[in-house]
């Protein structure tokens, strides 16, 4: 029996998957195997391996719609030349990732959060971003994403 998503269970989700972004970005800057780390992020936080992942990253607008595995990693570290506009939202390198919820929808298959998160650069300027993530809970019982939009704030 599938166990409710929880406001708890987002949470947490939330803050792992912040510090792994950031931690792409550390290995980028160590000159390690930092699409590795994308690759790594990606399998532990999106479900494209059991479900369809909808993902519409933050700055794409050519191919602003990740449907796959590869799309996705190509989003946070680039260097894929069918995703030439990507040049690796997690390489920035961010210090931090905080999650500003506005509010939840919880149901027993499918949970979503939805509100504002904000990446520290490294000279503490933060970028303000608008999200929504739809979670489910794997048969290993951890928390994936099948659903992430996120956009800049609109400004007049």
Do not use: C
């Not at 993902?55 to 607008?61: D, M, V, Y």
């Not at 989003?75 to 390198?93: I, K, R, T, W």
């Amino acid at each position: 029996m599938t166990k409710t998503i929880t406001k708890k269970d987002i949470e947490q989700a939330q803050q792992k998957w912040g510090g792994s972004l950031v931690q792409i970005g550390k290995t980028f800057s160590g000159n390690k195997d930092y699409k590795k780390e994308a690759e790594i992020h990606v399998s532990k936080f999106y479900g494209y391996r059991e479900k369809t992942v909808l993902f519409k990253p933050t700055k794409a607008s050519k191919n602003q719609f990740r449907l796959t595995t590869e799309s996705a990693v190509s989003y946070f570290v680039g260097g894929n030349p069918e995703f030439s506009e990507d040049h690796g939202f997690a390489l920035q390198p961010w210090t931090s990732v905080r999650f500003e919820n506005a509010g939840f929808i919880f149901s027993k298959q499918f949970s979503v959060a939805m509100g504002n998160y904000f990446f520290t650069d490294a000279d503490g300027n933060e970028t303000k971003v608008e999200y929504t993530f739809g979670y489910y809970r794997a048969e290993d019982g951890t928390l994936k994403i099948n659903l992430h939009h996120s956009s800049l704030p609109f400004k007049n």
